[in-house]
């Protein structure tokens, strides 16, 4: 709903805004046109940035929307939460009279509600008749420096960072299967001896996602061998496997991941700080059928080199989908080339060897022919006197 007036009033004086970071603050006014007719938005970052930023604001990039919308959450201007596969957001007090368009309004057709959008779950609307406790614990930190994002990449959600306290503002709508397939998961949790991340964590979410993003492969089995890999206690168990799960998993009916590949994607991250997905791997795995691991290393530097301009989270995709093997062969030729320039130099310098040689052996040959002639002479005076 872009066309919406905007409480500047609202603005001006909320508390809320003031404890956000301060380059956020001016991007509430920004965003809010986003909400809809029931102040329900898409949250996810790429999408956001896409239809508010991607036109004339190249200073902002997914990855800061990310960081603005995680900033909104923390002070309670939004709450998140996933429905039908999709993360949604809700900008609080936008039910206040005058801020949404009047019943009568929608009811006459001045206003419609775009397909597919749900309503915001009754305990957010309940929850915004009532203020938040002030909360000045600030942006809280977590581990894999925030990693995960709001829906970049394969949907990776939140990640644990929000703390407890955020995410129980979360109210999250489960059909059998979900619940079914939680209870399974905690199941292996308890038999390894360790605690479940809380039932309130969006990292179930997230893996809900997953599991659907990847139809056909049992997520379940994966997570009881990965979760068997690990010695020791492991904390937030889910909010970890979600993590590494892009990496673990493959598309119906392709072979596991060799531990050769696992160690290259482990190396291209270390230079890209980007991880490939499971679709994108086994891309990746054709092409170590016609270049080799350092090869691919060399033109993935060269790579993120030429595309360090360009978003990060693009680069698996764009190296994988063609840009990649044009780097490859180009390496490649450039090596035939230097390897053509160097035997033709060594073939120069042997031509000068030779005829080094040549002029050493006339050299000495002519050296060899005056001492015999001068050896004659010698024995001639010597025969006079």
Known sequence: M?????????????????????????????????????????ANPRLIWHRVYAFNRADITPEKVEKILKDFIRVGLVSIWSEKGKTWGYFHGIEKPGRLPFQSQIKRGDY???????????????????EPQEDTSGPQETTNNNKLGLGLGLGLGLGEGLGEAETQELSLPLGETEMATRKQFRNIIFRAGLIPDSVMSPSWPILDEMITAFEGVDILEIFESWLGDRSGSVHFPISQFVKDLPSL????????????????????????NVSFSGKQLMALNELRSEFSDKEIIQAWKKFVEDEATSFSTNWPGKFVGGAGRTVLLFIRKDAERRKALEIESEAAIEKLRVEDRAREAARQAEEAETASELDILMKELERQK
Request: net charge neutral.
């Open 112 to 130: 419609k509600l775009k397909h597919g959008i749900p309503n915001p779950p009754k305990s957010l609307i309940d929850k915004a008749t009532s």
């Open 249 to 272: 998993v493959q598309a119906p009916g392709v072979k596991k991941v060799d531990k050769e590949l696992d160690n290259l994607a482990v190396e291209l991250y270390s230079i890209g």
């Open 2 to 42: 872009p066309k919406r007036l905007i409480d500047g009033e609202g603005i001006w004086t909320s508390d809320k805004i003031r404890r956000l970071e301060l380059d956020h603050r001016p991007e509430y006014a920004h965003l809010l046109p986003l909400a809809e007719i029931n102040g329900v938005f898409e």
